[in-house]
Structure formats: structure tokens, C-alpha cells
């Protein structure tokens, strides 16, 4: 299908500047924008209902105003039919009571009763511990690749694998905060599947250098890695595809609460794949790889080992 | 190279397809509305009550589906949730308050594949709607209530031992006894070695004083214990509420999860989860005729109770303990062979019970159980929520002869009622105040709606990647394609068999998996192409294809499954969600991948002569 021999690692140069402005642009939005923290990090109260025919939002607003829910976000949620409740969270009103108060509020002297979709409270302390496991997660995750991936193959191939999937994190997070998508759990559990695709990407490129390297004997450390990334290339795009075939009908089909998750697996999906090719294996080159690294060691002392 | 599988090996991927195909299927018969019945008492429902309920049933000529009867419950299926709403209703005003009715979602398994233990999947809240609870227990309140304990105790291990002091009184974190002269001093400092090794003494320098804290090992236990003791509470209380399969669990140190399924009246969840109830030691009052009592005319110094069964019966009004002052409970067999409750007191509790037993031997005892109970009442069109007490006795028995700290009440009918009063007095009430930190509620047609379009989205996005596959790979990516759908029976199948919960997040999980499944047969089928164009043979292409893609696809699905594992264990909800569904795809997709579609190739081009593969 493709006409092969690109030589990827010759534009490493252009991959870089490319990359360090996603990279500076990402965390220039992260430090100006922050995220757009959804209520599974912020704490609030969140109240989705249904009406009948479309919702007069004014009218919501004005009946919520009345409760005592001044600062409360009201928007159409999918469709004109749905809509979305948001409330601060307040330090005086931690009490749960609050969703049913607002309920009570917006059905309060009205002909069409919304229908309650669902009711989320969350106390900014469960938020706090939320962000806290995800940031523990993130870290494990890495650190726990680091030790798999220095062991499979060398120490220049795991610091090359993680600084690709640190570099496809901050973007897609850079992502979500340039364009103010909200950030809640499910997002940060794409962030986290995201991390797991865009490493199966560079496990493979890695294992085909690793092969070339042991295999090859002609060439220097340059041109069998972009020999491997060309090798490796229609199964890598293949892959991006069908994944990403089916992260769409998940973003346009699955509804509204599983879009932004499935937005975010697909950033991930696009950037991961890039990286793979243009991040993870110049940065193994930049780090100095040799045929040596890879040779499997001469067996010393088995035999004695292996005596009972 | 021959390309064959030995029997052995087609045998076990043949079987692990049949088990696949047994488990997943349960999925494809769905629920049946149902009402289930089961006794709040201590005694389970009888067969002369299941006849009752099916005839009262027939008789209002609602369409059941089935009716069963086991371990003193029952289940009515029926056709629609219309009648299963009507006949609950019904069913609530028959039986009366020890009967619960609860409305259930029962799987409509057929009888032989129950039997071999398959199940459908559980489904999440968001996916079948109700209530999610996070309650926090207050620790420094049950903390503090222990150290009031250690105070009580200390009072009165120190008059029991003639020490004399000046103040016994808790101050941040510790409990600060203060002494006459240094005499007393040491006599205390003695009796703290010896009776209260939990707690670490501090010795103060100026004064006759020190202090006492709980140890490390002992704030652990109280925490613990603080937690189960909740988590036992709230296990009945949800009981009484009737809901079916609700989940209580403990999240962390301090919190508990409360799942509700199908519940959508929050406030009515809410006052149960925080009723308060409590016990008290009385003594029944036989000077007077219980009788007149009925009539009106109670005596002075007593009060009107009634038992469980309705009898009325007089206490003295005077109470000699509360339940507060219960330590611990156990149910067991006394020295005759026959049922008792064994109970442990606090200091001051077990002082008063002492002394009222000592003076009382051969009398009778009862026990009353007090509940409060928030209710919601519409008084002229509003709502009006107010306390309610609740008293009942629960047991009577003769007083045999004084008891102090521990004790046994005997006269129980049966094991079982010793087994549900020690419940009651351990898990009356809360160990300590519990706060909701995290409510969500999904409407029942949201949750609908969920399934529906996670669903639909599934199958689109599974549709695409099959008509892409067998378009780009021809033959090889129709074998892909039935490897692919056999990984969703197997990744449906171990939800089933695991009995873990599917969410949203899950179904994301399983959309994932099936992109690491295209990618394992990816690998593989480019490895052969690149074989092929080398200009290998079509048998050896195959051969060194499988062999060579295997070791990438071991190492790609190990770092994600490592990623799936960490995500598991550090991950709350929908993170945990994800995460299942994940390790469990990695695992069903390599053996699809690798195993299924080998044997597949293998059956279409093994062993014979083959000019060209369509790839």
C-alpha cells in the first residue's frame, strides 16, 4: 500500500521544534487555562433532567435564582430537551440535601416536571482524593514501564517509551485545556488508556529495531532504526485506523457522557501515533543506542547453574 | 512446515470457545420484573405463606411468570413491570411490616445454565439505574468516643482499687489524670500497667498527674472496628429498605460505598442510612397488673411497653443501661446447651448492672430497642419531616444471679434470635456519625439510554473495523473477524463469570480491546506479507509470520496489561471499571489473536500445497 524508505529519523530535527511548540503551546494553556475540572474533581452538585419538549432555560434559571442557587450554570445538555444543573460547591451546604433541594426548586409551580436523569454530589474532599490517586496512577503506571521496558529491552529504549507517553499526556491535557473540554474521571481514565496505546505503539516499533539491530549487520544506528520505523509502518497506521474507526462511533454514537472520553482516546490515539514514530525512537537515538547495547549477552556460568 | 495444530491444541481452543459461548450466554435472556419477598423477623418466610402470596397473586389476576419458593424467600416473576409494580404494591399491604417486598430485576437464566453456575453480567449503576452513596465515618468522634470510655473505666478502676484522685479529665488527644500525693500516684501508675496496657502513659513532671493516650495499634483497631461496625449497621438498615442486591462495601480507611439498584427516592435512602437506634436494660415491673396498664391506668414508676408478638408488658421506668454502653456482643451457647447473647459492658455501664442485679436476682429483665427514624409526612401539601421513636421489646429473661462487665442473656427461643439480637446490639447503631461525601443517582431511563448507546456505538464501531479488515486483508481478515467477535463472547463471558460490574467506562474498556485484538492480528498478518514479499513460501510465510509477531505482541500487551493492573489497583468507579474490562480484553485478545486465528489459518491452508495466500 505504501511506497516504503521515508526517512523519518532525517526530520527529527523538524519533529522536535514540532514538538516542543505543541509542548511549550500545551503547557502554556495548562499554566494560563488550567483545566476545565468537571464536578468529579471540583465537588458540587450536578443535576441532569429531561423535559418533555424543549426547556425553557430562562425560566429554570429564574426558579433556581429564587432557591438560593445564584451561581448556578444551566445548559442544554446533547439536545434542547436535556438539561444540565451545575452548582458550586458550598463550604456552608456540604450536606447532601442539596441536590434534593434543587430538584425540589426547579419542579416547584411548574406545568412540565422535569424528569430526573441523574443527580451527582461530590464533596471537594472526594475531589481532592480523586486527582491525588490519578496523579499515583500516573506515576506508577510509569514507573512500573520503566522497570518492565529497561528490562525487556535497555535503559535508553524505557526512557525513550516514557518520554513519549509524557509527551502525548501533556498534549492531549494541553488539548482539553486550549479548547476548555471539561475534564472529568472518564477523561482521566482516557488519559490513562491513552498511555496504555500510545506504549503497545512504541513496544513495537522497539521490538522491530531490537530485531534489526541483532540481524542487521550492515548500516549504522540511524538507518536500521528508520529501516525498522518503515518496517513497521503499515502495521502502525493500519492500527491508528481501526482503533480510531471505532473511538468516532463512540464519540458521535455513544452519547454524551462517553464524549469527551472518547475525544480524548482519540487525540491520544492521533498523538500517540506520531510519537512513536518521531518522539520515541529519536530520543533512543539522541541518547547514544549502539548495536552493543542490544547483543544478547554470552551465557556465562549456565551450565553450573543449572546443576541441581 | 506443515502448519498443523496437534489435536490437543485445536481440542483446548475448541473447549475454551464452547465454555466462552456457555457463560456469555446468559446475557441474551435479560431480566424479568419481579417482586421478591422476604422476612424482616428473625424467623424465615414459611411454605403456608408462599401459598398465601401465590393465591392473592392469581387472584388478582396478574400475569405471573413463574413463582418461586426457596430458603424462606420468595420470587414472583412477571411478564411487564406494570403488574410487578401492582403486586408489589398489594403484596406491602398484605404481609404487613415483617414481610419486606422488594422489587428485583431476577435474570432470566434458564434452569441448566443457572445450574452450571452462569450468570449475566452485573450491571453498573449507570447502566440500570439508582442511587450511589460515599460515606465518610467521622473518626475523631469515634475516637473521642472511646477516649470518654477509657475515662469512665479509669474513674472506676481507680475506686475500685481505693485510689483516691483529684480529676479524671480528656484533654486534646489524651486523658489527663490528676492524683492527691505520690502515694496515689504510683498505686495509679500500677493499676495503668496492669489493666489498661492499650493505652501509653506520660508521666507529667510538675504535680501529682500524668497522661494517658490510646496507642498506635489501639487507634487502628478503633478505626476498624468503628468501620465494620457501620458498614453491619448500614447492611441492615438497607435491609429494610427492600432493595434487592445492594452492594455496601468499604472504600479505603474511612468510607463506605452504598449502592442502591433501582432505587430513585434519594430522601427516603438517605433518613434510612442515617436512622439512629440504641437498646436499654429495663426491668419488668410484676408488682402491677399489666391489664389495668392496657386500660389506661399505668402505675407510677412504669411505663407500657409491647413485645415482639404484641403482648404488652410493664418496665420500670427507671433504665439500668443504655446501649451506648455495650463494648461488644456474641451470640453462643450457654453452659445448659440452650441460645445466649454474650455481652460486654463499659465501666460505668457494668457498675449499675452490678448493682440493680445483685439486688434484683430472680426477676425478670427486658431489653427494648429504640429506633429514630426520620420520616417525611405531607401535612396540607408539604412536606413535614420530623422524628419518629420507635420501642419494641425484643427480649425478656430472668435475672440468675448478679453480673457485671460481661454477662449472658439467656431465654432466647432459638440460636438464630441470639445470632440477630447480638447483631442488633453490636449494630443498632453507628459507631460513629457518618457524612455522605459523594451521591449519585442515574433515572432508570438514563441508565436505558446508556445501554442503548454504548451498545449501538459498539457495534457500529465494530462493524466498521470488520468491513475494513475484510476488505484490506480478504481471507486472512475474515479469520481476524471471527476471531474478533469470539473475543467479545469471551471478554462478555469473564464479566460473567467474575461477576464484575459492567459501567460506561467498561464498554469504553471493551472498544479499546477490540483495537488491541485488530492490532495483535495486524502484527501478524504485515510480518507474513513481509515474508510473502521477501519470497518465502506461502506455508513458511505463515509459520515465521506467527513466530516473529508473537514476541511484539507479548511485549505490547504486557506494558498495557501492567498499565490496566496499576489502574486497577489505585483506580475508584469508572477508572476501575475501565480497567477490568481492559485486563480482561488484553487476556481474551492474545488468545483470539494468536491461538484463534491460527487454528483458523491453519484449517484453511495447513498441510497441503498452497500457491497463494490471500492476504
Do not use: C
Not at chain 1, 455513544?254 to 491520544?268: D, K, Q
Not at chain 2, 493505652?199 to 487502628?220: H, K, Q
Not at chain 2, 432459638?414 to 443517582?441: C, F, K
Amino acid at each position: 500500500m505504501f511506497k516504503q524508505e521515508i526517512d523519518f529519523l532525517g526530520k527529527r530535527k523538524l519533529a522536535l521544534i514540532f514538538s516542543s511548540l505543541l509542548l511549550v503551546m500545551s503547557i502554556v494553556s495548562l499554566a494560563l487555562n488550567g483545566l476545565k475540572l468537571g464536578i468529579d474533581f471540583t465537588g458540587g452538585t450536578l443535576v441532569e433532567v429531561g423535559y418533555d419538549q424543549a426547556a425553557d432555560l430562562s425560566a429554570l434559571r429564574a426558579s433556581l435564582d429564587e432557591a438560593g442557587f445564584a451561581d448556578a450554570t444551566v445548559q442544554n445538555f446533547g439536545t434542547a430537551k436535556d438539561v444540565l444543573i451545575r452548582i458550586k460547591p458550598d463550604e456552608n451546604l456540604s450536606s447532601s440535601e442539596l441536590s434534593t433541594q434543587v430538584l425540589e426548586a426547579i419542579n416547584k409551580n411548574v406545568a412540565d416536571p422535569a424528569e430526573l436523569r441523574r443527580v451527582e454530589f461530590v464533596g471537594p474532599q472526594v475531589g481532592d482524593d480523586l486527582a491525588e490517586d490519578g496523579g499515583l496512577a500516573l506515576l506508577y503506571s510509569v514507573f512500573g514501564i520503566l522497570i518492565y521496558v529497561a528490562w525487556r529491552f535497555e535503559y535508553k529504549f524505557s526512557l525513550g517509551s516514557v518520554a513519549a507517553l509524557v509527551h502525548d499526556v501533556i498534549i492531549t491535557l494541553g488539548v482539553f485545556s486550549a479548547f476548555a473540554m471539561e475534564f472529568d474521571l472518564t477523561v482521566l481514565a482516557a488519559i490513562l488508556a491513552v498511555i496504555g496505546y500510545s506504549l503497545n505503539d512504541t513496544i513495537v516499533v522497539y521490538d522491530r529495531i531490537r530485531e534489526n539491530f541483532r540481524k542487521l549487520r550492515k548500516g549504522d544506528s540511524e538507518q536500521i532504526m528508520n529501516a525498522s520505523l518503515n518496517q513497521t509502518l503499515n502495521r502502525t497506521l493500519m492500527t491508528s485506523l481501526t482503533t480510531a474507526l471505532v473511538l468516532l462511533a463512540l464519540a458521535f454514537l455513544g452519547g454524551e457522557i462517553i464524549h469527551n472520553f472518547a475525544l480524548a482516546l482519540l487525540i491520544g490515539v492521533v498523538i500517540g501515533t506520531y510519537s512513536s514514530i518521531y518522539v520515541a525512537s529519536p530520543v533512543v537515538l539522541a541518547l547514544g543506542i549502539s548495536k552493543d547495547d542490544l547483543m544478547i549477552p554470552e551465557k556465562e556460568g549456565v551450565d553450573i547453574d543449572e546443576m541441581p | 512446515m506443515q502448519n498443523r495444530f496437534p489435536i490437543w491444541k485445536n481440542t483446548l481452543i475448541l473447549i475454551v470457545l464452547l465454555i466462552g459461548i456457555i457463560y456469555a450466554l446468559p446475557n441474551l435472556f435479560g431480566n424479568d420484573p419481579s417482586v421478591q419477598l422476604s422476612s424482616s423477623t428473625v424467623t424465615p418466610l414459611e411454605q403456608t405463606q408462599a401459598n398465601e402470596v401465590e393465591a392473592s397473586i392469581k387472584s388478582a389476576g396478574l400475569a405471573v411468570k413463574s413463582f418461586e419458593f426457596a430458603d424462606g424467600r420468595i420470587l414472583a416473576r412477571f411478564k411487564n413491570t406494570d403488574d410487578q409494580l401492582k403486586a408489589a404494591d398489594m403484596l406491602r399491604d398484605k404481609m404487613g411490616n415483617d414481610v419486606t417486598v422488594a422489587l428485583n430485576l431476577a435474570p432470566a437464566t434458564p434452569a441448566w445454565l443457572s445450574a452450571l453456575g452462569a450468570e449475566p453480567m452485573y450491571l453498573g449503576l449507570d447502566l440500570r439505574g439508582g442511587v450511589h452513596f460515599l460515606l465518610e465515618v467521622d473518626m475523631k468522634a469515634a475516637i473521642k468516643q472511646a477516649e470518654e470510655r477509657y475515662n469512665n473505666d479509669i474513674r472506676s478502676a481507680l475506686r475500685a482499687a481505693k485510689v483516691r484522685y483529684r480529676s479524671v479529665s480528656n484533654e486534646e488527644g489524651a486523658i489527663k489524670v490528676v492524683l492527691r500525693n505520690a502515694d496515689d500516684k504510683l498505686a495509679a501508675l500500677d493499676l495503668m500497667a496492669k489493666d489498661f496496657r492499650n493505652l501509653d502513659v506520660v508521666e507529667s513532671e510538675e504535680g501529682f498527674e500524668f497522661n494517658a493516650t490510646i496507642g498506635e495499634n489501639e487507634l487502628r483497631e478503633i478505626k476498624k472496628f468503628a468501620l465494620a461496625q457501620n458498614i453491619t449497621t448500614l447492611r441492615n438498615r438497607v435491609n429494610e429498605i427492600g432493595v434487592a442486591e445492594p452492594v455496601i462495601q468499604q472504600q479505603g480507611d474511612n468510607r463506605i460505598v452504598v449502592q442502591l439498584p433501582g432505587v430513585q427516592d434519594t430522601t427516603r435512602a438517605k433518613e434510612i442510612l442515617g436512622t439512629t437506634a440504641t437498646l436499654e436494660y429495663r426491668l419488668v415491673d410484676v408488682e402491677h397488673d399489666v391489664a389495668k396498664a392496657v386500660q389506661g391506668r399505668v402505675p407510677v414508676g412504669s411505663r407500657l411497653y409491647y413485645e415482639k408478638n404484641g403482648n404488652p408488658i410493664l418496665l420500670k421506668r427507671r433504665v439500668i443501661v443504655t446501649g451506648d454502653q455495650i463494648v461488644d456482643a456474641s451470640s453462643g451457647l450457654d453452659q445448659n446447651g440452650s441460645a445466649a447473647v454474650f455481652i460486654t459492658l463499659n465501666g460505668v455501664g457494668a457498675k449499675k448492672m452490678g448493682k440493680m442485679t445483685q439486688a434484683n436476682i430472680g426477676k425478670p429483665m427486658a431489653v427494648v430497642f429504640i429506633e429514630y427514624k426520620t420520616e417525611t409526612r405531607v401535612v396540607n401539601g408539604e412536606k413535614v419531616r420530623h422524628k419518629v421513636k420507635e420501642e419494641k421489646v425484643i427480649s425478656v429473661a430472668t435475672i440468675r444471679d448478679a453480673f457485671s462487665k460481661r454477662f449472658q442473656t439467656t431465654g432466647l427461643d432459638s440460636t438464630q434470635e441470639a445470632r440477630t439480637l447480638a447483631l442488633l446490639l453490636r449494630a443498632g447503631a453507628l459507631a460513629a456519625p457518618v457524612d455522605i461525601v459523594e451521591e449519585r443517582t442515574v433515572g432508570p431511563s438514563l441508565g436505558q439510554d446508556n445501554i442503548d448507546k454504548g451498545m449501538m456505538s459498539v457495534v457500529v464501531g465494530l462493524l466498521l473495523v470488520l468491513v475494513f479488515m475484510g476488505v484490506y486483508y480478504k481471507v486472512f481478515g475474515l479469520v481476524a473477524n471471527v476471531a474478533l467477535a469470539f473475543n467479545l463472547v469471551a471478554i462478555v463471558a469473564l464479566l460473567s463469570l467474575l461477576q464484575a460490574t459492567l459501567t460506561l467506562p467498561g464498554i469504553a474498556g471493551i472498544v479499546l480491546t477490540v483495537g488491541m485484538a485488530v492490532d495483535a492480528n495486524v502484527l501478524i498478518f504485515e510480518r507474513i506479507k513481509e515474508e510473502i514479499r521477501v519470497g518465502n513460501t506461502p506455508q513458511s510465510s505463515i509459520y515465521t509470520g506467527y513466530e516473529k509477531a508473537f514476541v511484539t505482541i507479548l511485549d505490547a500487551n504486557i506494558t498495557t496489561l501492567l498499565v490496566a493492573l496499576v489502574l486497577f489497583g489505585f483506580g475508584t468507579g469508572p477508572i476501575k471499571g475501565f480497567a477490568v474490562t481492559l485486563s480482561i480484553g488484553i487476556l481474551t485478545s492474545m488468545f483470539t489473536a494468536i491461538m484463534g486465528t491460527r487454528m483458523l489459518i491453519n484449517w484453511l491452508y495447513g498441510n497441503r500445497r498452497v500457491e497463494k495466500l490471500s492476504i
